[in-house]
């Protein structure tokens, strides 16, 4: 079966209901800490209905090479071992295997514990021990390892995943970045090296052990300093919380995971992780953000300003044929600052192209159309989202098209109808404009567009299209009568750069 997905190996198990799938995949989303612990393999194995075990998950540690190079979900386990995976399916404590398997290289020893759920067995965590691995070990090792023990444990009295944690999913701390071990009564009993070093960056010179660590964290806290509400429950070690500590211009960011044993809690286990540099380019990337918007509305602003230059002129001018050149200008600037103001609204250097367009034509109609004239326009399909440096020039086109055809068009009548089609798949546009206008003859000329006044209208779309898009633009009778200009283009791919610049910092 091989490279099965968690969700579709759980589907195929119809005697879980709602709330057992719930446990496994909140045990599944929190056991990478028992693997990093323990310095071992941990494997999700469910019992199917003929009897074989199937692997529907595993995690490896991010403390020791894994013993296992290759994928097994979905992969069934060898028929040698179901009897003793169906008496630890029975037993109510982790059950190690007699026999030690050999691995590559490696001797294994397995462990398993049966999921205990509302006095239901859901299935076993097995964890693969390299032996190699547990030769010859300081205070870290051990600590780690035991701590790593106690919450494997807590799976078979149903004490682990946290059915009641508090958790914000900001804190992605693993057991390498630190991790300090407490007593029931929340003293400092063993702090890892990292874990020292994040509780130095904060200011603290005490050593750890044996100090409340409630007492170590106050301590640092100054009068104006953020406190969440969450950070008391953290440094004791009482509940499964996540909370951030910010002092001396350092975050580090900590979780807190209870120990239980048979008769309640026997200590706690805080994972730290110094989140200082993340912070400070999380908050570099909202300004940045803030400058990009900022700056599209700057030059929305100026090429309003220009705008209004070109109208004054044209109001002075006693040339007809000057006024409508100037009104033409001002009508291709007053575009080009329609498509800023989209993009002043977001970071991102894309914007909602229908949003756009549909302001910024209606606006051209308004401004093209003479006295009594009603014209009208409707959309079909969605141009979607669309990069800056794509949209200026499409949306300049797509201004001369509607205004191409209510001078020419519609000249001389009462009313009209523009209609624009958009088909996009990827980064290919087919845009056709159609309108009921006077038809064909006065628009076109032999399939180029019919040059009015400068011809600068025409000459826009062309070159936008042909040398931008390299696409081809052609005119032709509408059905009906009337016009229909089809294009064919291809958008410059362009990720979204925000997107990137949030991928790259949160490498």
């Known amino acids: 079966m091989g490279m099965a997905d968690f969700s579709e190996i759980l589907a195929s198990f119809p005697d879980f209901n709602e709330s057992d799938r719930e446990w496994l995949h909140l045990l599944v989303a929190d056991w990478q800490v028992i693997a990093d612990l323990s310095f071992a393999d941990l494997l999700l194995l469910l019992k199917r209905a003929d009897g074989s075990y199937v692997v529907a998950e595993q995690c490896r540690p991010s403390t020791v090479m894994s013993l296992r190079t290759e994928d097994v979900v979905g992969d069934l386990i060898p028929s040698e071992r179901k009897r003793e995976l169906d008496a630890a399916m029975l037993s109510q404590t982790t059950v190690r295997s007699n026999t030690m398997r050999t691995v590559g290289k490696a001797t294994v020893c397995d462990v398993y514990a049966p999921i205990r759920h509302q006095g239901k067995t859901l299935g076993l965590v097995a964890r693969e021990t390299n032996m190699a691995t547990r030769e010859s070990n300081g205070r870290y090792e051990s600590e780690s390892i035991n701590a790593g023990k106690a919450l494997f444990d807590m799976i078979t009295r149903g004490q682990f995943p946290y059915s009641d944690s508090v958790m914000n999913q900001r804190h992605n701390a693993r057991v390498a970045d630190g991790f300090i071990i407490l007593t029931a009564g929340g003293i400092v009993r063993y702090a890892s090296p990292n874990a020292i070093s994040c509780f130095r960056r904060l200011g603290s010179v005490e050593t750890m052990p044996g100090q409340y660590l409630s007492e170590i964290g106050t301590s640092l806290i100054q009068q104006n300093d953020p406190l969440p509400d969450s950070l008391p429950l953290v440094l004791t070690g009482k509940a499964a919380v996540d909370?951030?500590?910010?002092?001396?211009?350092?975050?580090?960011?900590?979780?807190?995971?209870?120990?239980?044993?048979?008769?309640?809690?026997?200590?706690?286990?805080?994972?730290?992780?110094?989140?200082?540099?993340?912070?400070?380019?999380?908050?570099?990337?909202?300004?940045?953000?803030?400058?990009?918007?900022?700056?599209?509305?700057?030059?929305?602003?100026?090429?309003?300003?220009?705008?209004?230059?070109?109208?004054?002129?044209?109001?002075?001018?006693?040339?007809?044929?000057?006024?409508?050149?100037?009104?033409?200008?001002?009508?291709?600037?007053?575009?080009?600052?329609?498509?800023?103001?989209?993009?002043?609204?977001?970071?991102?250097?894309?914007?909602?192209?229908?949003?756009?367009?549909?302001?910024?034509?209606?606006?051209?109609?308004?401004?093209?159309?003479?006295?009594?004239?009603?014209?009208?326009?409707?959309?079909?399909?969605?141009?979607?989202?669309?990069?800056?440096?794509?949209?200026?020039?499409?949306?300049?086109?797509?201004?001369?098209?509607?205004?191409?055809?209510?001078?020419?068009?519609?000249?001389?009548?009462?009313?009209?109808?523009?209609?624009?089609?958009?088909?996009?798949?990827?980064?290919?546009?087919?845009?056709?404009?159609?309108?009921?206008?006077?038809?064909?003859?006065?628009?076109?000329?032999?399939?180029?567009?019919?040059?009015?006044?400068?011809?600068?209208?025409?000459?826009?779309?062309?070159?936008?299209?042909?040398?931008?898009?390299?696409?081809?633009?052609?005119?032709?009778?509408?059905?009906?009568?009337?016009?229909?200009?089809?294009?064919?283009?291809?958008?410059?791919?362009?990720?979204?750069?925000?997107?990137?610049?949030?991928?790259?910092?949160?490498?």
């Open 243 to 507: 909370s951030e500590l910010v002092v001396n211009r350092s975050a580090v960011s900590m979780r807190s995971l209870p120990l239980y044993g048979k008769d309640g809690r026997i200590g706690g286990i805080v994972l730290c992780r110094d989140v200082t540099e993340l912070r400070r380019r999380e908050k570099e990337l909202q300004t940045k953000d803030a400058t990009i918007s900022e700056i599209h509305h700057r030059v929305k602003n100026n090429l309003q300003t220009v705008s209004a230059l070109l109208r004054l002129q044209g109001r002075r001018t006693k040339s007809k044929e000057v006024r409508k050149e100037l009104e033409e200008a001002q009508r291709r600037v007053q575009t080009i600052a329609v498509v800023h103001e989209g993009l002043s609204q977001t970071a991102d250097e894309i914007v909602d192209f229908d949003k756009v367009i549909a302001n910024l034509l209606k606006m051209s109609v308004d401004l093209a159309t003479t006295g009594e004239q009603k014209i009208s326009i409707s959309y079909i399909g969605k141009f979607g989202m669309m990069p800056a440096q794509d949209a200026t020039p499409l949306s300049l086109v797509l201004t001369e098209l509607v205004n191409n055809a209510v001078e020419h068009g519609f000249e001389g009548r009462d009313e009209g109808h523009i209609t624009i089609s958009v088909g996009r798949g990827g980064d290919n546009l087919n845009v056709v404009v159609e309108d009921d206008g006077n038809g064909y003859h006065t628009e076109s000329n032999a399939g180029q567009a019919r040059p009015s006044g400068s011809g600068l209208g025409t000459q826009i779309i062309n070159t936008f299209v042909t040398n931008d898009f390299g696409g081809t633009v052609r005119w032709e009778p509408r059905r009906d009568g009337g016009t229909r200009v089809v294009i064919n283009l291809t958008l410059r791919v362009a990720q979204t750069s925000s997107e990137k610049s949030h991928l790259a910092a949160l490498e």
